[in-house]
């Protein structure tokens, strides 16, 4: 089982990601987990869904131009497509955070049907505009220098039965874009 995180900094220009700040801007809504528990006690954001690659080619290009290298390189995964881009807000009016979690369990996905396979998540702010929201992995905090990661435009992958979750932000406000990249079921 691979449990590399590969980080890229500055994959994505300030500008690209000024402008994916702009277009999900008008569409926040109150995150949702799918876990059916008190939704704040695990997750205090706001996401805003770009949907629709053709309507977003500005931005899926170059993201999944360094989703292709990245996983040619280091995963070698077999993918097929990514969900839709989702831009998550976390603000210091509600000390936003997101406790540890997998995007997908290892073990128990059905047969027969794509899973979560690769997990990214691409800073969008600069770090000097918020404080604490900082990327963690908790069972794997020898292989993540959380520095690495603050700077706009860096990206994170990992596979998505790593374990990983976001800090409180207590001062100011930061973007992320997220996105799991789907393939069958691991062998």
Known sequence: MKRNIIVGKQALSADICNHIIEV?????????????????????SKVSWLEGAIKH?????????IIH??????????????????????DEKNQGFYKPHQ??????????????KLSMSIQLTPP???E?????FPDDKDK????DAMDQGTVVFFPSYM?????????GIRYSLVCWIHGPNFK
Request: proline content about 5%.
């Open 24 to 44: 999900a801007r008008p569409n926040f809504e109150r995150a949702l987990t799918g876990t059916g528990e008190d939704v704040n006690s695990i997750r205090r």
């Open 132 to 136: 604490g929201g900082q990327l963690q």
């Open 163 to 171: 374990k990983h979750g976001v800090t409180p932000v207590t001062k």
């Open 69 to 90: 290298r990245v996983n040619a390189e280091f995963y070698h995964f077999d993918l097929t497509d990514p969900e839709a881009f989702q831009i998550t807000k976390y």
């Open 103 to 116: 995007d997908q369990q290892y073990d128990f996905a059905e047969k027969q049907k794509t899973v979560r």
């Open 144 to 147: 993540f220098n959380v520095e």
């Open 128 to 130: 000097e505009h918020y």
């Open 57 to 65: 080619l500005d931005i899926y290009m170059p993201i999944c131009q």
